[in-house]
């Protein structure tokens, strides 16, 4: 933690290590979430009743015993629907209710809006539904073999990797199964429809895109966005997984209020959330890689099978984004990639940290880690081998060439400071001594490309306000969901204006202050929204100092902004006087501010151009230790660098570095989804997923900011985004994870290890590695081969 500055109140306000602006409502449990919200009088709490089917034609559907069940007071299904039955953010293929035909257990049919919450629960139970039972897909090979796709197959491809792999002195082939994730926010999926006068709606959701959540609900009600307004002060996390999917919750909500006249809240529980809603997309990796006596990759070609779901949500940019990423930090001359978005008879998967990114990392990394064991080399060596290089040897695979690459410099600093090949070494050492527990470490390094590839996302609109007393309302098209974008706003209008932090009013989302506001994702939220804000400040700043010129009779150069207050000429004024004085003179004291992330473009069509303003660089040494007669398993020391450039608080970005690095461990480890043959998820509440908790944090944790950085790019205040980049360093555990389980054979083989590492799969792949030695070590007569 040495690397944060205390907040002082003569310092600048961008770079202070403030704490999150709701952090004292977060502990005393006063910060309001939908939930908290005082109810309108008349309120009525609604349930989903759901498809027990994996897919199924419906034959019928009878409400009446839900229509006559105890407080409920209006039942509705798709034919109740007046505007479009629709929710897909991307295609119209995500039914609010299912009409003839069901796609996943948990699909949503019809609603009950009832008197309290478990009167419309027991009510959503209650329907005859008769179904006509379909042949099921539910992996993502399975859909592959059957041709099943939400969308077109991509491909990106440079060189001939065919032929290199061919030519190559070495060549490796396998397969990697990667698991998916639930987000696991804290709060739920909640939305609170409140019907208005003259036919509108005012609707809280927990969402991350309030605009779209707008949009799908005019559209649903079939009413215009004017008459819609979306609302969300915070969420209680979000982690993608309320980029896309609120929008469900919103609509059904909004069309019971409009229905019944009545304020209507739907808030899921946590078995609901996670059956109902979609999930970080689980991949099936296949890679074919042909390299040299250095480990250097000649030629690597992947298939991703990247399980999607029912629908296409936000799949297309998704599997596009594993496919950007499927290079890490490594040049690769002659690949081909090849990408299915595969249709299953599952829950339609989403948005999670990294967005694709990690997948498509985790094949490259697992690729490099195979061919350091198959030539017996520090897997360290093999990556520094492949790293993109600075002047050359620096263009993606898209085409886009790095001009900001700092990962040597980063690996280098983090080998010394964690002195990774003194303890590789000692490891070793230990293992051959330690019969039952084993160790391992390894060192992974992450670049993550900055910009929604979606190019006409990366947009922002602020809006911000001072009032006579010299105080500032700031809203924005972010919003919060824990991570601390208000605050990092917030200081850069502060800074902006030279106010203190207290001066400024956070206000929350509110599609009725900026229009059309991007999700805030691709963490891209402080770089969008911070310099739209920054915008704002210096469109007010720039009247303020044009009316105090005038005012005063003085050059516009003569007015400066101090903390507080503003010079004039000889004069200083306290802040509040000057814009006293400018109010009375009948100066606008509103103004918005309107960003758009320049020189990124990009060609979907041939996967070229420039999709990435930057990138965010970081890496991380993990030390684990496994016990061989169980799988268990922990984590003993784990070092970080991460790049944040110049930290706009460090504070937040410390929490967001930590914080990620757990969540991307807990995917690659304990969290694990299960689906029955039925397809019904088995995994649906804490009872039976395990997400990580204080007490998975390593006993020796060293996070630090890269020091002395910036932004090559003109960022605001030259900050880095930070939001998703640390989970993929999570990955270090995974391959530290295999290196203990290479160290029980000797390191001679390398072991079969999926995603995520569960102590089962741990132990399965321990014993599974000293079979293969055992049956290498025996002659083939022994093993019933024909003599
Ligand atoms: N941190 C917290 N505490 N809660 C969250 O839900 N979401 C992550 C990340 N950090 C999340 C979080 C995801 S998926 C993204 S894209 C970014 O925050 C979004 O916010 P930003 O763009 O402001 O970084
Ligand atoms: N990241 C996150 N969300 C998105 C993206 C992205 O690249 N594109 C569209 N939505
Ligand atoms: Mo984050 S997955 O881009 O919401």
């Given at each position: 933690m040495n690397a944060i500055r205390e907040g002082d109140p003569q310092a600048a306000v961008a770079g202070a290590a403030l704490p999150h602006d709701s952090a004292h409502l977060h502990v005393c449990g006063a910060a309001t979430y939908i939930d908290d919200i005082a109810e309108l009088r008349g309120t009525l709490y609604a349930a989903i009743g759901t498809s027990?089917?994996?897919?199924?034609?419906?034959v019928s559907i009878d409400l009446s015993a839900a229509r006559s069940a105890p407080g409920v007071v209006c039942v509705i299904a798709a034919a109740d629907i007046p505007g479009k039955n629709d929710c897909g953010p991307v295609i119209a293929d995500d039914p609010i209710f299912a009409t003839d035909h069901v796609q996943y257990f948990g699909q949503s049919i019809f609603a009950v809006a009832a008197r309290s919450v478990d009167e419309a629960r027991r009510a959503a139970k209650l329907a005859r539904i008769e179904y006509d039972d379909l042949p099921a897909l539910l992996t993502a090979p399975e859909a592959v073999a059957a041709n099943s796709f939400v969308l077109p197959t991509e491909r990106m491809r440079r060189g001939d990797a065919a032929a290199a792999i061919a030519g190559a002195p070495r060549r490796l082939r396998g397969r990697l199964a990667i698991g998916g994730q639930d987000q696991f926010y804290l709060e739920g999926h909640i939305a609170y429809a409140m019907p208005r006068e003259d036919n509108t709606m005012l609707v809280h959701s927990s969402t991350q895109h309030p605009g779209e959540v707008q949009h799908q609900v005019a559209h649903a009600l079939g009413v215009a966005s004017k008459d819609v307004v979306v609302e969300c002060r915070r969420m209680g996390g979000g982690f993608g997984g309320k980029e896309s999917q609120p929008a469900l919750f919103a609509c059904v909500a909004a069309l019971l209020a409009r229905a019944t006249g009545k304020a209507v809240k739907l808030r899921l529980d946590r078995d609901d959330d996670m059956t109902i809603t979609g999930k970080r997309h689980d991949f099936v990796t296949d890679y074919d890689v042909g390299f040299d006596a250095q480990g250097r990759i000649l030629g690597i070609s992947f298939v991703l099978a990247g399980r999607c779901g029912y629908s296409a949500d936000l799949s297309g940019s998704i599997n596009d984004r594993a496919m950007f990423h499927s290079d890490n930090c490594y040049y690769l001359e002659n690949v081909d990639i090849v990408s299915y978005r595969c249709k299953t008879n599952t829950v339609s998967n989403t948005a999670f940290r990294g967005f694709g990114g990690p997948q498509g990392m985790m094949g490259i990394e697992y690729v490099i880690d195979e061919i350091a064991r198959q030539l017996d080399l520090d897997p360290l060596a093999v990556r520094k081998a492949n790293f993109y290089g600075?002047?050359?040897?620096?263009?993606?695979?898209?085409q886009q060439t790095l001009e900001d690459n700092c990962i040597e410099e980063i690996v280098a600093e983090l080998e010394v400071s964690s002195d990774y090949a003194k303890r590789r070494a000692a490891i070793r050492e230990w293992n051959r001594t330690s019969p039952i527990l084993k160790r391992g470490i390894a060192l992974t390094p992450v670049k993550f490309g900055i910009s929604f590839t979606a190019t006409h996302l990366n947009q922002a609109g602020a809006l911000v306000h001072i009032y006579k007393d010299g105080t500032v309302l700031l809203n924005h098209g972010g919003t919060e969901m824990g991570q601390g974008l208000f605050i990092k706003v917030a200081q850069v209008v502060a800074e902006e204006l030279q106010l203190d932090i207290g001066a400024i009013r956070i206000t929350g989302s509110d599609t009725s202050k900026v229009p059309n506001a991007s999700p805030t994702a691709a963490s891209a939220g402080t770089d969008i929204n911070g310099k739209a804000a920054q915008l704002a400040a210096r469109t007010l700043k720039e009247r303020l100092i044009a009316f105090a010129a005038e005012h005063f009779g003085v050059d516009a150069a003569q007015v400066g902004f101090l903390r507080n207050r503003v010079r004039i000429g000889d004069r200083t004024l306290p802040f509040k006087e000057l814009v006293n004085l400018a109010f009375v003179a009948r100066v606008s004291l509103s103004a918005t501010g309107f960003y758009k992330t320049p020189k990124i473009h990009y060609d979907r069509k041939t996967f070229t151009g420039r999709p990435f303003f930057y990138f965010a660089y970081g890496a991380a040494v993990s030390e684990v230790v496994i016990d061989t007669l169980t799988g268990e398993n922990r984590m003993l020391r784990v070092d970080i660098l991460h790049d944040v450039g110049k930290s706009l608080n460090p504070a937040v970005d410390m929490g967001q570095i930590e914080g990620g690095f757990i969540q991307g461990v807990g995917w690659l480890t304990t969290e694990e989804l299960c689906w029955n043959a039925q397809g019904r998820l088995t995994t649906h509440a804490p009872s039976t997923y395990k997400i990580p908790v204080a007490s998975d944090v390593p006993p020796r944790f060293h996070v630090r900011m890269l020091e002395r950085s910036s932004n090559v790019e003109d960022t605001v205040h030259r900050s880095k985004a930070v939001g998703e980049p640390p989970l993929m360093l999570g990955i270090s555990v995974f391959h530290a994870l295999k290196d203990a389980i290479a160290s029980t054979v000797d390191y001679v083989v390398s072991p079969q290890l999926d995603a995520p590492a569960t102590p089962e799969r741990v132990l399965h792949s321990v014993v599974q590695v000293r079979q293969r030695v055992a049956a290498q070590s025996t002659p083939a007569t022994a093993m019933g081969a024909p003599a």
């Open positions: 027990e089917r994996a897919h199924a034609r419906i600075k002047t050359e040897r620096n263009v993606t695979h898209y």
